[in-house]
């Protein structure tokens, strides 16, 4: 979990298209490469719904209620239900109203800060890396941010998938919780609508009808966790990464203008997605010349991909000044992140306002004794870091 990337090179190098064994003992196709994973992404053949998958074990071991739920997901469907689910919301997440965001953005984040400034220590992700991008998702959909620490909790038990499968019983009373409390929050904002996101979508299914009930609780999850959950790792990870790169840490100081460049390297080099995205074969289809066949699991490991070196020079060194940097952390072809414009903002305000708040940033720990979240989305579990005591924000 610390470093997989010896194996992911090794991976890479024995084939761009090979049998593996996934969690649960099912086996799939691992796509390596860029340009296979990058034509991968968008092909029409490879479908998002599982329900086209030949091995019956994939739905089997899922929790009921995640059967419910996330197969009712944009995220799980192809069109025409993709388009319409993804015309619903896009509008929230168009880069004009991500900017409009930014000042909220910014006071989320010095208000963080000013808490930890005075003591010079800090976990950078219970502390910062987490509040912060759940605390913008919950005001942008109007949920409750004091809310917050159930469905967290509940998040936690639902996502942490490693080697070993989580018990049952635990995943599934998490995944019972959190559509209990959406729906819920649901029925309160239907009696009390307000101007956010969530009341949007209730109109969209008792106005419009262009939304199902299944559809709704569905979308107001997915939301609710893929809107925080990636951006911690995106924030963890890139201070995890400058702090292991003086050299890039230093140029960042003093050349703060490369932000946005070094956040498109921190997705690229170790991005919150690993090793990829699973699609099914809806069809037989070659990929590199490897015969894949109908139903299939196949695994686009884009952070494979990423450190692919016919793709970028010097794939395993991290280079805040890369150019280029068409890095697939964020998918590719129609399901590309929708929220990637509220990421990268929330990323670069959140990075660079440490930079500039905490002096002398370094861990607390030796980097080895940094803990990884298991499963296939990646970022520090704790961040401890010391760093100079300062003041409040001006």
């Given at each position: 979990?610390?470093?997989?990337?010896?194996?992911?090179?090794?991976?890479?190098e024995?084939?761009?298209?090979?049998?593996?064994?996934?969690?649960?003992?099912?086996d799939?196709?691992?796509?390596?490469?860029y340009?296979?994973?990058?034509?991968?992404?968008?092909?029409?053949?490879?479908?998002?719904?599982?329900?086209d998958?030949?091995?019956?074990?994939?739905?089997a071991?899922?929790p009921?209620?995640e059967?419910?739920?996330?197969?009712s997901?944009?995220?799980?469907?192809?069109?025409?239900?993709?388009?319409?689910?993804?015309?619903?919301v896009?509008?929230?997440?168009?880069?004009?109203?991500?900017?409009?965001l930014?000042?909220?953005?910014?006071?989320?984040?010095?208000?963080?800060?000013?808490?930890v400034?005075?003591?010079?220590?800090?976990?950078?992700?219970?502390?910062?890396?987490?509040?912060l991008?759940?605390t913008?998702?919950?005001?942008?959909?109007?949920?409750?941010?004091?809310d917050?620490?159930?469905?967290?909790?509940?998040?936690?038990?639902?996502?942490?998938?490693?080697?070993?499968?989580?018990?049952?019983?635990?995943?599934?009373?998490?995944?019972?919780?959190?559509?209990?409390?959406?729906t819920?929050?649901?029925?309160?904002?239907?009696?009390?609508?307000?101007?956010?996101?969530?009341?949007?979508?209730?109109?969209?299914?008792?106005?419009?009808?262009?939304?199902?009930?299944?559809?709704?609780?569905?979308?107001?999850?997915?939301?609710?966790?893929a809107?925080?959950?990636?951006?911690?790792?995106?924030?963890?990870?890139?201070?995890?990464?400058?702090?292991?790169?003086?050299?890039?840490?230093?140029?960042?100081?003093?050349?703060?203008?490369?932000?946005?460049?070094?956040?498109?390297?921190?997705l690229r080099?170790?991005?919150?997605?690993?090793?990829?995205?699973?699609?099914?074969?809806?069809?037989?289809?070659?990929?590199a010349?490897?015969?894949?066949?109908?139903?299939?699991?196949?695994?686009?490991?884009?952070?494979?991909?990423?450190?692919?070196?016919?793709?970028?020079?010097?794939?395993?060194?991290?280079?805040?000044?890369r150019?280029?940097?068409?890095?697939?952390?964020f998918?590719?072809?129609?399901?590309?992140?929708?929220?990637?414009?509220?990421?990268?903002?929330?990323?670069?305000?959140?990075?660079?306002?440490?930079?500039?708040?905490?002096?002398?940033?370094?861990?607390?720990?030796?980097?080895?004794?940094?803990?990884?979240?298991?499963?296939?989305?990646?970022?520090?579990?704790?961040?401890?870091?010391?760093?100079?005591?300062?003041?409040?924000a001006?």
């Open positions: 979990m610390a470093d997989p990337f010896p194996l992911y090179r090794r991976l890479r024995d084939g761009p298209v090979r049998r593996v064994v996934i969690a649960g003992g099912l799939a196709w691992l796509v390596t490469r340009e296979d994973a990058l034509a991968a992404l968008s092909d029409p053949r490879l479908s998002s719904d599982v329900r998958a030949s091995d019956p074990r994939l739905i071991q899922l009921e209620f059967r419910e739920s996330m197969l997901t944009m995220l799980r469907a192809d069109p025409p239900d993709h388009t319409r689910l993804r015309r619903l896009s509008k929230a997440f168009t880069a004009r109203r991500v900017a409009e930014e000042p909220r953005i910014q006071e989320i984040t010095d208000r963080l800060l000013d808490a400034v005075p003591a010079g220590r800090a976990d950078l992700v219970a502390d910062f890396a987490l509040p991008p759940v913008v998702i919950c005001e942008l959909l109007g949920v409750p941010v004091e917050r620490h159930d469905f967290q909790r509940w998040t936690d038990a639902m996502l942490l998938r490693g080697q070993e499968l989580p018990d049952p019983a635990v995943v599934d009373e998490a995944w019972r919780r959190m559509r209990a409390y959406v819920a929050l649901m029925e309160a904002k239907r009696a009390h609508p307000e101007d956010d996101l969530l009341s949007a979508l209730i109109s969209a299914h008792d106005e419009e009808q262009r939304l199902s009930h299944d559809e709704l609780v569905a979308m107001t999850f997915l939301l609710l966790v809107g925080y959950v990636t951006t911690v790792n995106l924030i963890g990870g890139g201070i995890a990464a400058l702090l292991a790169h003086p050299d890039q840490l230093a140029l960042l100081r003093d050349r703060p203008e490369l932000l946005p460049d070094a956040i498109e390297e921190f080099y170790d991005g919150p997605v690993s090793p990829g995205i699973a699609r099914f074969a809806r069809e037989d289809v070659e990929i010349g490897v015969a894949v066949p109908r139903g299939a699991t196949v695994v686009i490991a884009s952070a494979i991909a990423d450190r692919d070196p016919a793709r970028f020079p010097e794939p395993d060194r991290l280079d805040i000044t150019r280029d940097n068409g890095h697939l952390a998918g590719h072809g129609i399901h590309y992140c929708l929220g990637a414009p509220l990421a990268r903002l929330e990323g670069r305000i959140a990075i660079g306002t440490v930079l500039r708040r905490l002096p002398d940033l370094a861990l607390a720990v030796p980097p080895a004794e940094l803990p990884w979240r298991p499963g296939g989305l990646r970022g520090p579990a704790r961040l401890p870091v010391a760093f100079t005591p300062g003041g409040r001006d």
